[in-house]
Structure formats: C-alpha cells, structure tokens
C-alpha cells in the first residue's frame, strides 16, 4: 500500500491563488504516494481537476436538513469527494466539538462511504502530564462508538499532537513511533484489523524524509507546508 500525504489547505487561498495553486500542483508530484489535498469547501471542484484525491475539511453528521451553512457526507460523496478529516484540534478547539459529536460524524461519513482521516492527539499541558495515551486512547474509543471493524477499514487515524500543530515543534522519532505502535495496538485488540496511522504537526523540509522512514509510519498529514504549492512540490521530492 501507498504511504499517503494528506494536504491541510486550512481555510487559505483566495480564488486567483487557488486556480495557480491547482495549476502548479497538476503533475508535479510524485505518483509513489497517494496524495490527497484538502482545500476549503469551496475550492473541492476546482482541486478536483488537479487529478489528486480531494478531500473535505470537515462534514456534517446529517445526509440532508436544516443545517444552515454546513456540508454533509451525502453531498461530499455525491459531488466526487473521497476523503473527510474528522476531530481536527482545530475544529475541537474554535468550533467545540467534542467526541461525541466527532462520533456522530465519523458515523455519517462511513455509511456515504467516504473515507476518514480522525485526527487524534494531546495537548501540550496533557504531554506534561505523561497522559498521552490515555487521551488518545480515550478520543479513539469516543469516535469509533459504535463503529464496527468492517466499517473501520475505511478510517485512517492521524496522530497529530496538538502542541506540535502549526508550532515547528514534532515530538522526538521515538516519541513519533511509540504513539502510532500505540494507536495500532489498541485497534488491533479491539476491533482486530490493522489500521492505517499518519503523523501530523509542523512536517517541513527539514523533517520530512526522517518522519516519513519511522517505523509503522504510514504517511503524513501536513498543514502549514502545504499553504505554497512550489515548496510543498520540492518537499515531496526529498522523501525519494
Ligand atoms: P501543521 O498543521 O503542519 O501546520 O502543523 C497540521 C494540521 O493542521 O493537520
């Protein structure tokens, strides 16, 4: 299986900047890893013809209904999107969603088959505490509620520490590898599939090619390096 690069566009990019952004990407990028970018919702047809997965930042729980101002899974699968994140720190920090809304989610994007990547991670007062696995571990059993192992070959887990997001600081290698052997371990006894793990939180050039060779690593989710597409073209091409 491909290592994957998920693409956090965060909400950036005005119109022109998207349709050079899309334009400068077409092709440039190395077909070794399955490549998904997500950009606002606003930009998911125009990234579309990039012929790169594209995937939504965020999504509703509900198909259709009174929901002013959101997006939901039926109308992502049904406009050709793939891909979901899901539990962003950023959504559970400004936008206050908790697990149990997280699970909600997770559960509407599943039975419209999308895929979803459910970001995971402590906070650097929790790192403090040593309680990273447990925060982990407790985030993962509240969004996969209710979810069974068969649905779960679709969801890809993102071990993004909250501290680490949009701060240049990563975790140690070891702490890296420790974390998603972790989050492995504990899918793999309870629900008894081996799950897909991302590493996210300030993945640059200068730490790329190290993250991307961590042992059970099996791809990344970048933010911040991804805003300009011509270094996020030449930080791909240092993984190879
Ligand atoms: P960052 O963001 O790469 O800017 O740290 C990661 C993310 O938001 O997923």
Redesign the pocket.
């Known amino acids: 299986m491909k290592k994957i690069v998920a693409l956090?566009l965060?909400m950036n990019l005005g119109y022109e900047e998207a349709l050079e952004y899309v334009n400068t990407i077409k092709d440039k990028i190395s077909d070794t890893y399955e490549v998904i970018f997500f950009p606002s919702a606003i930009f998911l047809h125009l990234f579309k013809k990039s012929g790169y997965q594209i995937g939504s930042q965020n999504v509703h729980y509900e198909n259709k209904g009174a929901f002013t101002g959101e997006i939901s899974p039926y109308q992502l699968k049904t406009s050709g999107i793939d891909y979901t994140?899901v539990g962003?720190?950023?959504r559970r920090l400004y936008f206050k969603e908790d697990d149990k809304l997280i699970n909600k989610k997770v559960i509407g994007a599943l039975k419209n088959n999308l895929k979803v990547i459910l970001?995971v991670g402590e906070t650097d007062e929790e790192r403090r505490l040593k309680k990273t696995a447990l925060v982990i571990s407790n985030q993962i059993e509240r969004a996969l509620k209710n979810i069974d192992s068969f649905d779960l070959r679709d969801v890809i887990i993102?071990y993004?520490p909250v501290w680490?997001?949009?701060?240049g600081k990563t975790p140690s290698k070891e702490e890296i590898a420790d974390a998603i052997k972790f989050i492995k371990k504990i899918i793999f006894q309870r629900y008894d599939i081996n799950i897909r793990v991302l590493y996210?939180?300030?993945?640059?050039k200068d730490n790329i090619k190290t993250i991307m060779n961590i042992e059970n690593v099996d791809g990344i989710?970048?933010?911040?390096?991804?805003f300009n597409p011509n270094y996020l073209i030449s930080m791909i091409d240092i993984i190879d």
């Open positions: 956090n965060k994140i962003h720190s950023e970001c993102a993004e680490a997001i949009g701060s996210g939180g300030s993945v640059n989710l970048v933010g911040s390096s991804s």
